[in-house]
């Protein structure tokens, strides 16, 4: 299915806006006081964008959810090889309101191992939708690929 330019530059930007939460997340790791909960929050975020861009993509109707499994199941309907990432997805699920608001959970209960588990998450689910999406994504210099990922 042709798509035409605004189809188009509204899913370059959903997998812009996920990119930046991926990058930011691992940037926060190399500080000396890093922001897990935050990490883990952005990696969430990260991995809603980059599920709804193959939606969108595939003319999924934009929904208002943050769940990824809901948005896993999706995308599931459009090729069953997403449920390889069942296993990322919820894991990253607790983070939608755990690692937002404070008595959710402990603020100390989330940790540089937990961080580091999100990052990888986010990144094979970035990794996976890259794929599925057959389009020229600009700035591929800010693709994690390649690069350490901490």
Known sequence: ????????????DW?????????FARSGMKEDYA?????????????EKYL????????WELKKTHDLEDLLAFCIDFGLEFENLKEECGLLNEYITEARYPGDM????IAKDDAREAIE??????????????????????????????
């Open 1 to 12: 299915m042709r798509k035409n330019e605004e189809e188009i530059k509204l899913v370059k």
């Open 121 to 150: 998450a986010a990144y094979k689910i970035e990794q996976f939708v890259l794929r599925k999406i057959d389009l020229p994504f600009e700035n591929k210099e800010n693709n994690l690929e390649g690069k350490e990922r901490k």
């Open 52 to 59: 709804k861009a193959f939606l969108i993509w595939n003319g």
């Open 35 to 47: 922001p897990y909960h935050t990490i883990c929050f952005l990696c969430q975020g990260s991995a």
């Open 106 to 109: 402990p603020f100390e209960s």
């Open 15 to 23: 997998l812009r806006f996920a990119r930046e939460n991926l990058l």
